[in-house]
């Protein structure tokens, strides 16, 4: 008896934990089904698992679901670290280059199909329409995942359209933010849309197959965007020394 508790609240025969194994289990019916209309039983019949595994591993429903986004994100910044995320450098001071970058590991991490694939699935129904878990998913979601990208990039985009980040004012501010929902608003697309996009343009929409000129696309679409931005903010620059 002590031996099959053993396996069914820690390490199975063949070394995959049970908790590695609830927690993808979990991945994939919290996507299908939401966090409301999952149920514990549905994930511990398809793990393999028990329901006093789940309240060993993770407590409760709720622990189980944050620990599936957490494991989301350790997942996307162990394969593709955005740039100044876990420790890793920036490859270059020129904004330009850091944009390129960013918005391309940002869409490798939605792309990839290599990852998981309740992955994306999970964090775009958890954005787009947040789960009754108490809040603290979204919250998560919100202040481990999206805040600080939105200030790593609100940095970069100053960079580009200002020459720097400190001291804008507050139009200056609502530009960069409205370049950031613009970027990332690309890149989303390619996710939420992407089985009308296929069906629309199947020859050019197939992102797992074409991340990198995908990406090259977005990055250069936005760039002159913000070139034009630029020479605007200077123009205005030199206008408010000449009064």
Request: net charge neutral; aromatic share 6%.
């Amino acid at each position: 008896m002590s031996g099959m508790k053993a396996v069914s609240l820690g390490l199975d025969v063949d070394g995959h934990s049970t908790r590695a194994r609830l927690l993808e289990a979990a991945g994939e019916v919290f996507a299908a089904q939401g966090f409301q209309h999952a149920t514990v039983r549905d994930i511990v019949a398809k793990a393999g698992a028990n329901i006093a595994a789940v309240n060993y591993h993770f407590g409760d429903k709720r622990g189980l679901y944050v620990e599936v986004i957490r494991e989301c994100k350790r997942w996307a910044s162990e394969h593709y670290p955005v740039v100044g995320e876990g420790g890793v450098e920036e490859r270059s001071a020129d904004p330009r280059e850091q944009l390129r970058l960013f918005i391309q590991q940002f869409m490798q991490r939605l792309l990839d199909r290599g990852r998981p694939a309740w992955h994306g699935k999970l964090m775009c129904r958890e954005i787009a329409d947040p789960s009754e878990s108490g809040g603290a998913a979204f919250d998560m979601v919100v202040e481990e995942f999206i805040r600080p990208q939105a200030r790593l990039l609100e940095t970069i985009i100053a960079g580009l359209v200002f020459g720097h980040a400190k001291k804008l004012n507050a139009k200056e501010e609502g530009q960069v933010r409205l370049c950031v929902a613009s970027v990332v608003g690309q890149v989303l697309h390619y996710e939420h849309a992407a089985k009308v996009m296929g069906k629309l343009y199947p020859m050019e929409m197939e992102p797992g197959d074409q991340i990198d000129r995908l990406a090259d696309h977005v990055f250069r679409f936005s760039l002159a965007a913000m070139e034009v931005m630029a020479r605007e903010a200077a123009r205005s620059s030199e206008k408010g020394r000449g009064k």
